[in-house]
Nanobody
Framework: QVQLVESGGGLVQPGGSLRLSCAAS????????MGWFRQAPGKEREFVAA????????SYADSVKGRFAISRNNAKNTVYLQMNSLKPEDTAVYYC????????????????WGQGTQVTVSS
């Protein structure tokens, strides 16, 4: 049974940083592209970032380019999202997801979702 468990969310002031982690079990992480999505209240879930199986390809939503960085440690079966220069509009529940490719993730063709972790950016 595939499980993706996010952690690292919380309350942070504008301009601050957080690092989210996604621990995977029940699958071999190196066989999957991995991504992060977010969903704010009243809005659709949106793509944030993705990384290929080999880490050679990354992709970001325009709204987070230059501020967020996705990475993975296949030996630890963990994916990370480093979030810097956070803004109030980054407030959302952040979800980890697995898929076959970065392109699939960008079109929300997801094999498995995590349960989400809340990120709140507020002074």
């Amino acid at each position: 049974q595939v499980q993706l468990v996010e952690s690292g969310g919380g309350l942070v002031q504008p301009g601050g940083s957080l690092r989210l982690s996604c621990a995977a079990s029940g699958l071999t992480l190196s066989a999957y592209a991995m991504g992060w999505f977010r969903q704010a209240p009243g809005k659709e879930r949106e793509f944030v970032a993705a990384i290929s199986r080999s880490t050679s390809i990354t992709s970001y939503a325009d709204s987070v380019k230059g501020r967020f960085a996705i990475s993975r440690n296949n030996a630890k079966n963990t994916v990370y999202l480093q979030m810097n220069s956070l803004k109030p509009e980054d407030t959302a529940v952040y979800y980890c997801a697995s898929s076959m490719s970065v392109a699939s993730l960008k079109t929300k063709q997801v094999d498995a979702w995590g349960q989400g972790t809340q990120v709140t950016v507020s002074s």
